[in-house]
């Protein structure tokens, strides 16, 4: 059998079989970094882009975005999320906004996807927004902080 669970015994692509796991409590934390100019900054944090408040957009970009993970990852299963949260903090020292996206549902299968994207989704609302100012934006650090539930139990990135 294929240490691969999108990989069946031939090598074919396939969705893992969820329907025999139990539903279980799921959530997932995911972060992410977009750096600028500190002009680009301080137009994003004072609210003085032309296209409107930049960090309001990007929160329901990156709603959105989870709500739609399942059409956009091949293999991802669909699932009926309870809670999305896009949170941004701008960080003057690095020249930019962490953000960070919370996933969570009760359901047969975790929901790192979801975070994961609502975080890239955001970021590059954010660059999407801002390139006619700056097109030297940079999304990096796209990574699971945290998740729980299932079977595998709950992970902590170590790292910063």
Known sequence: MSSLT?????????MVDVSEKPAT????????????????????????TKKGNVLETA???GIMAAKKTAELIPM???????????????????HGVRIEAIA????????????????SVAALTIYDMCKSYDRTMAISE???????????????????
């Open 76 to 94: 991802c299963h669909p699932v009926s999320l309870t809670h999305v949260q896009v949170d941004f903090f701008p960080d003057p020292d690095i």
């Open 104 to 119: 969570r549902l009760v359901g047969q299968t975790g929901v790192e996807m979801e975070a994961l994207t609502a975080v």
């Open 59 to 61: 929160r329901i970009a």
């Open 25 to 48: 409590a799921r959530d997932a934390v995911a972060r992410g970094v977009i750096t600028m100019q500190p002009e680009t900054l301080a137009l994003i944090t004072e609210q003085k």
């Open 142 to 160: 796209v990574c699971l902080l945290k998740k729980s539930g299932g079977r595998s139990g709950t992970y902590v990135r170590q790292s910063p």
């Open 6 to 14: 999108h990989l069946d015994d031939e090598g074919r692509v396939r």
